[in-house]
């Protein structure tokens, strides 16, 4: 099995600059794909940024030009670089990862969520 942890979440500013890690553990063979969410309360689980395992990304419309997702497969760690910042973009950030782990029983497949940091950016 996977387990995800996130860091790097904060306070900033409007304007300011904000990085997120999340660091992937276990028995991992590969990483296929991750994407960072965001939640507020009340709100649905929104799909900020997404990777693949051949290094395409994707983003919201809200954050294009404004985030940056990059992954390192030798560490098992993704990034969301965060600029602009603006204070829509408080949320709790999720770390999502798929891919495969060595398993008792042999090569298996995992799906896993980190518990989420929080972000938050000041008028």
């Known amino acids: 099995q996977a387990q995800l942890a996130e860091s790097g979440g904060g306070l900033v500013r409007t304007g300011g600059s904000l990085s997120v890690s999340c660091a992937a553990s276990g028995t991992i063979i590969q990483i296929n794909h991750a994407a960072w969410y965001r939640q507020v309360p009340g709100k649905g689980r929104e799909l900020v940024a997404d990777i693949t395992s051949a290094g395409t990304t994707k983003y919201a419309d809200s954050v294009k030009g404004r985030f940056t997702i990059s992954r390192d497969n030798a560490e098992n760690t993704v990034t969301l670089q965060m600029n602009s910042l603006k204070p829509e973009d408080t949320a709790v950030y999720y770390c999502?990862?798929?891919?495969?782990?060595?398993?008792?029983?042999?090569?298996?497949?995992?799906?896993?969520w980190g518990p989420g940091t929080q972000v938050t950016v000041s008028s």
């Open positions: 999502y990862a798929e891919g495969y782990y060595n398993a008792p029983e042999g090569l298996n497949s995992f799906g896993s």
